[in-house]
């Protein structure tokens, strides 16, 4: 069974960089077919997809949040990391990185979530 966990900080300065790394055990994110995604849930709001790296190493990112974004992958530990540039308070939120077999929110496993809080 793939599990997945997040890890890093979960206090954040405002402007500062947000860095997020998962770490994926019972399955290769080499693989072909997956989408290694990163999604979050804002307080009171719903999911909110941020990107995804696939098996191959193609990179999407949400258009809104883009300009800020960076997701990359480190295959000799089986990890993908989330860079989220210049964070206001409005990026907390619970952040998640996830398995999907498309882009967007609908996946098949998911870690628990880490909170982060932006905040001085």
């Known amino acids: 069974q793939v599990q997945l966990q997040e890890s890093g900080p979960g206090l954040v300065k405002p402007s500062q960089t947000l860095s997020l790394t998962c770490t994926v055990s019972?399955?290769?994110?080499?693989?072909?077919?997956?989408?290694w995604s990163w999604i979050r849930q804002p307080p009171g709001k719903g999911l909110e997809w941020m990107g995804a790296?696939?098996?191959?190493?193609?990179?999407y990112y949400s258009p809104s949040l883009k300009s800020r974004t960076s997701i990359s992958r480190d295959t000799s530990k089986n990890q993908f990391t989330l860079q989220l540039n210049s964070v206001t308070p409005e990026d907390t939120a619970v952040y998640y990185c996830?398995?999907?077999?498309?882009?967007?929110?609908?996946?098949?496993?998911r870690g628990q979530g880490t909170q982060v809080t932006v905040s001085s």
């Open positions: 790296i696939t098996g191959s190493g193609s990179i």
């Open positions: 996830a398995r999907a077999l498309s882009l967007g929110v609908r996946y098949d496993y």
């Open positions: 019972g399955g290769s994110i080499t693989a072909d077919y997956y989408y």
